[in-house]
Structure formats: C-alpha cells, structure tokens
C-alpha cells in the first residue's frame, strides 16, 4: 500500500526521481536508500548474500539495480524480469521516492565528512568516458543546463565546495550531488516507521557479523548456522576488494581501475587535517542546525541511542540463524 508519494523531484547528474513512477512494488521488495559513499554496495553484497542464501559473488548492478540512476535506460524490464526477492538501490532522500507499507527500506548513514572524503577520491576516478557522459546528461537537461562540475583535486578544496554550495534548488551544500543534510534529515523522520531499518557504516565495521544478523532479523530470512560465518567473511572490504571484477563487472568503463578504484579503502577519518577548520565549523554548525543532539550523534560515530524505537531493534532477539 502505498503510505507516500514522492513530494518533490530531484534532478542531478547522476539521479532523476522521476524514474521510480514505473515502479511497480512486489509485497516483500526491499529498498536500499542511502547517500553517495555510506556503504550502498557493501549493504547490496550483504543482502544478496541473504537473499540467495551464498557467498559466492555477483553481478551487484544487475541484481540490485539503482532505480533513480539517470543512464540506466533498460532498467525497468530489468527489475520487472527478476523473479527472485528484489533488492532495489537509491540514492535519493525520502521525499523524492514513493514510500509503501508493505516494501522494506534500510537506510545506511556514515559521518558526513568521511562521505564526502570518499565521494571525492570516487570522483577522481571517472574515467574520460563517464565524464562526457555526464557533461551531456547536464547539458540535454533543461532543469541543469551547464556541464557536470570540475572536480578539484585537492580534498580541501573538494570538501569546501561539497560543504557550502548546492545544485539543486532548496540546498546549500552537496555539491556535486544532493544536500546530505537534507538527506539525512529525511530519513531520519521516518525511522520509527515498522519498515524501516537504520545501520550505521561504523557498525558494519567494527561488528559486521551482529549488523548482519540485525539486517537478516529485519528482512526475516533464516539462514543455517554452518553458512552464517561464509556469509560474514564475503562482507568484509577486504573479501569484496578481492572479487571486485566479479561483483562491480565492466566498471572500468566509468573508473580509471575499475573495481579496485570503487572498493577503494573503505577507511574513515580521512578528513582529519586534510580539511579546513573554518569548513569543518560550518560542517558542524549545519549539522546543529538540520540534526537533533541525539542523531547527530549518531551519525558521527554510529550505535542507535539508546531510547529511540530503533535501539530496540539493535538489541531484539536474532532469527534463526
């Protein structure tokens, strides 16, 4: 059933919302929603895991296709033709998507500052290639109008572009992509809803085996004992690096390396004097203003507080597993 329609349209160079009106929801779809370099893959390879009951890799972007992404033009047959359970990929706030009762959403969040710090060693990795691609993305589009950003490449530079201009109407930071003020905020509203399963980057790396079960627990899937520890050891960063032309195959046509440039270190605090204090003061003073103390909290260092109705998923009692 459908709970909400999506309020507003997003448009970048990289997303169109207006993608998900043929969006045809199945009763037990799962949706993975999150902003750029949170740990989007490493949430699709956890939940394919689940759902097919293996490690063995696979193709993530054809298993789990990113809805919203603006050069995928096949990929509504695609997600219509799957007969296994969908795990569907976004990159959009809660307000750009339609949002149903009976499809389950996981949200995963990581410090902002160590996502721009990714996004911005991803981004010096587009090859030639995606780069036109996105120069003409920006330039057929009316609502953009000029070509895709130059990227700088210093992270200091980057991070204060990131932190202090927007590109789409309404925001005032994210540049090149949303506001991941605004990002945040939005889904932050909705965790209390049944359906909707918050994980935090931080946790997935200092306890993946527990997320794991927490994620397993949240989409009901048993899964036996004697496989769960084949599971945990194909999540870890190191094991998707490993099988990274398996699990990401014909990504060198968007990165310089291919694979090994989009599973790069997965390592935080890289913004720790790499940037410029009076940037990190607005950081702090926008995510004040946007966050109440308790999420803010939460999103730079992870572990749901306690109180809140998602703690108390954290600490439910596990599946079968």
């Known amino acids: 059933m459908l709970a909400q329609s999506g309020q507003r349209q997003y448009k970048t160079w990289f997303v169109d919302s207006g993608r ?16 750029q370099k949170c740990g989007t893959t490493w949430m699709q390879r956890i939940v394919g ?10 193709p993530i972007m054809q298993m789990s296709p990113w809805i919203d992404r603006r050069q995928s033009a096949a990929v509504d047959a695609l997600i219509e033709a799957q007969t296994h359970r969908r795990f569907l990929k976004s990159h959009l ?11 389950k959403y996981i949200h995963v969040a990581r410090d902002g500052r160590d996502a721009c710090l990714s996004y911005h060693q991803h981004c010096l990795g587009y090859t030639a290639q995606a780069l036109e691609r996105l120069n003409s993305v920006g330039m057929e589009d009316e609502s953009i109008g000029r070509v895709y950003p130059e990227v700088p490449r210093e992270p200091r530079e980057f991070f204060h572009r990131w932190v202090t201009r927007g590109e789409v109407d309404g925001h005032e930071d994210g540049s090149p ?8 905020k939005s889904w932050w509203e909705a965790r209390n809803r049944p359906n909707v399963l918050f994980v935090h980057y931080n946790d997935l790396k200092s306890d993946l085996s527990s997320e794991m079960r927490r994620i397993a627990d949240f989409l009901e899937i048993a899964v036996e004992p004697s496989l769960w520890p084949k599971l945990v050891a194909a999540a870890e960063f190191e094991s998707m690096r490993r099988d990274a032309d398996a699990l990401m195959p014909n990504v060198e046509v968007t990165f310089k390396e291919g694979g090994r440039t989009f599973f790069h270190k997965g390592v935080n605090d890289r913004w720790r004097g790499a940037v410029n204090e009076d940037d990190l003061a607005i950081y702090e003073a926008k995510a004040a203003a946007a966050f109440s103390p308790q999420f803010a909290r939460w999103l730079a260092q992870g572990r749901i507080p306690a109180g809140d109705p998602q703690s108390a998923a954290s600490s439910a009692p596990h599946a079968a597993i």
């Open 20 to 35: 998900w009106r043929h969006y045809r929801p199945r009763p037990d779809d799962i949706v993975i929603a999150t902003y």
């Open 93 to 103: 706030p809660l307000d750009g998507l339609p949002f149903y009762d009976d499809v």
């Open 177 to 184: 992509g949303l506001s991941f003020f605004q990002f945040e």
């Open 49 to 58: 895991m689940l759902v097919f009951q293996t490690s063995e890799p696979m």
